[in-house]
């Protein structure tokens, strides 16, 4: 009965891998308050071991859980850890945008104002038509679209710089 057990904790093992690499934006975005090592605990052991409270008795649970562990959660825990570290960085043109709009956090909202807020400023219909206006524009806009695409694609919907 536990080399059963044993080969059900293993294959829960893998299916919540499976569903943390495939559904990791959403996880994090549930989880992201958590550390790496207390998200492993309650993510992967804990629902695991709540499903298997139900077929398996506590003792075969505990002598299965920890014979699967001790084999395979270092790598499991790596790939939490790699995940779970770089969630926390932005990419470096989303940095950079982030700090030529002077903004501490991405959200649709304060990005779209502070935009508006510079175009208003630097659009060469106010400032000038020189060479340095139309750059600055481009500049503009060419943030303004990197910030979109990021928020647009699910990165992140609102985060703080690091």
């Not at 000038?128 to 060419?142: A, D, L, S």
Request: charged share 35%; with cysteine; aromatic share 16%.
């Amino acid at each position: 009965m536990s080399s059963f057990c044993r080969k059900v904790v293993e294959y829960m093992y893998d299916i919540k891998l499976n569903q943390f690499l495939s559904s990791f934006r959403e996880i994090h975005r549930r989880y992201g308050d958590l550390d790496a090592d207390s998200f492993f605990r309650e993510w992967f052991d804990r629902s695991i071991i709540r499903e298997l409270i139900f077929y398996f008795s506590p003792s075969a649970i505990i002598r299965s859980f920890e014979e699967v562990k001790t084999k395979r959660e270092k790598l499991y825990k790596t790939y939490v850890r790699i995940y779970w570290s770089a969630s926390r960085r932005y990419p470096a043109k989303v940095e950079e945008a982030l700090r030529f709009f002077g903004l501490r956090e991405i959200s649709e909202e304060a990005l779209k104002s502070r935009y508006r807020e510079m175009v208003r400023k630097y659009h060469p219909d106010r400032a000038g038509k020189n060479g340095e206006t139309h750059r600055r524009m481009v500049k503009i806009n060419y943030y303004y679209q990197v910030l979109r695409r990021y928020i647009r694609d699910g990165c992140l919907q609102t985060a703080e710089v690091g």
